[in-house]
């Protein structure tokens, strides 16, 4: 299929871009010349059977980003690299299902992860490129990305109508309902979604854009995790429940399946009220990890103390450590065409950054726009804004020249990662759109004395 002839052809950099950038320009012109496109129009380059009793789709999305040099008097074994550099990620996915019975379906997809990000993925916490895998030597290769049992128990008679999606195919479903789901999965497939920035397929790029920078959520290297969840839906709200495997070592990709010494409990409440005659949705969440976690604080004191010459996280760890965080997630229908979003978190301070990605604390919010106006109903502009901070043990360790999975300039001049970032999508064709993308970034890796840095993105996604 075509994601997969994507793959199968290395493209340069140079021709992602312009390829990207023809499909907008294009796209852009070609909205003052047609009539309105409706939106109901394919979005699929297949159209895919009328039944819920079998799921087959796909996706291809080519990332090519790239960064000016910027000033940065010195750099470590994780720093961004301050010279000029590109670089270019594709993820393929294959998403099947069968539908056993009217409450049961079983999911299995498989994945793809190639390519790399600038600076092999180090040096940001809001990285700016979703689709990377940080450890770029697990190669191409293809992988079991989820597979589960998904259940859905209804507790009344009244149903409505959903969109079907590669995992809850099902047309309608019970209003006051339970459902649960075991296997393996992406722990944010299911919490701390936003439907104005939680796609780096066709929305923003940035980690802490698309996710609550502070929610070091259970996953393995590639974002996946072992587990079940449960969930209660009752007209306008919803609860649901969590427990996970964790990764035996930060950012690892081998999960410690000795679930009395490591695991994970996520909780969320999600409420949708109706403010200003317009839909909204509130998400508060809350979690807990428990696996060998190291300590910012005691790194520093054995540096202090001449047991080490340089902080290092990995000789404080100790199985059973615990830390937990909190987010706070909401979205807003504005008007027919203009959505806007925040997201907020924050996590336990002293102990170490383990899963996602090494922030404290974070701050988002920003805004889409649907391109009717311009008669293209199917393209989308978006703006956003996200302030991650450090705790002051974190970035103490960080100053002293300690480094964690993700950071590292040997030295550091604390100051809050200040990120905005911009985009255009460009429908082209039934399931093939290209975007535009522009982060500017203050401080990246919290380090006043680097940057600020620029990346341009060009992307090309298909669905099929």
């Not at 992602?16 to 070609?30: F, Y």
């Not at 000789?315 to 615990?322: D, L, M, S």
């Amino acid at each position: 299929m075509m994601g997969w002839l994507l793959a199968s052809r290395p493209m340069h950099p140079r021709i992602i871009a312009a390829v990207c950038a023809l499909t907008l320009l294009s796209g852009v012109r070609a909205g003052y010349a047609q009539q309105p496109t409706e939106p109901s129009e394919p979005t699929t380059v297949f159209d895919r059977p009328d039944t819920d009793r079998l799921w087959l789709s796909g996706q291809a999305n080519v990332i090519f980003q790239a960064h000016p040099a910027f000033l940065a008097p010195y750099s470590g074994d994780h720093s961004l690299r301050p010279t000029a550099e590109h670089a270019t990620s594709t993820l393929l996915t294959l998403y099947t299902g069968v539908r056993v019975t009217n409450g049961t379906e079983f999911i299995f997809d498989v994945e793809s992860a190639g390519g790399r990000g600038i600076s092999d993925a180090l040096g940001l916490a809001g990285f700016t490129d979703l689709d990377v895998v940080r450890n770029p030597t697990l190669g191409a290769a293809p992988y079991l990305a989820r597979v589960m049992v998904h259940q859905t128990i209804p507790l009344g008679s009244e149903r409505t109508n959903v969109d079907p999606n590669p995992l809850a195919f099902s047309h309608f479903v019970p209003v006051r309902r339970i459902e649960w789901r075991v296997g393996k999965f992406g722990t944010a497939d299911f919490f701390d979604l936003n439907a104005v920035g939680s796609d780096s397929h066709l929305q923003f790029m940035n980690w802490t854009v698309d996710n609550n920078g502070a929610y070091d959520y259970a996953a393995d290297t590639r974002g996946y995790t072992w587990g079940a969840i449960i969930e209660y839906h009752e007209g306008a709200w919803a609860l649901r429940f969590a427990e996970m495997l964790m990764p035996k070592v930060a950012n690892g990709i081998d999960l410690d399946w000795n679930i009395t010494r490591a695991h994970a409990e996520n909780l969320e409440l999600e409420w949708h009220p109706t403010i200003w005659r317009r839909p909204t949705t509130v998400r508060v969440l809350s979690y807990v990890n428990h696996a060998d976690m190291g300590d910012y604080r005691e790194a520093v004191q054995q540096f202090e103390n001449g047991i080490d010459s340089v902080p290092t996280i990995e000789h404080t760890r100790q199985q059973g450590t615990i830390k937990y965080g909190f987010g706070l997630n909401a979205e807003q229908q504005i008007t027919s065409e203009l959505r806007g979003f925040a997201r907020w978190g924050r996590n336990e301070p002293r102990h170490e950054s383990f899963a996602y990605t090494e922030v404290h604390h974070s701050l988002a919010f920003g805004a889409d726009y649907a391109g009717s106006r311009w008669h293209r109903p199917l393209d989308k502009a978006g703006g956003a804004f996200v302030t991650n901070g450090l705790s002051e043990d974190h970035a103490r360790y960080l100053a002293l020249g300690g480094s964690g999975f993700l950071l590292g300039d040997g030295a550091l001049t604390y100051g809050r990662e200040n990120i905005v970032e911009f985009y255009y999508t460009a429908h082209v064709w039934r399931g093939v759109s290209g975007s535009a993308d522009f982060q500017r970034i203050v401080n990246p890796g919290y380090n006043q004395d680097r940057g600020p840095v620029t990346v341009f993105s060009g992307r090309l996604h298909v669905e099929f």
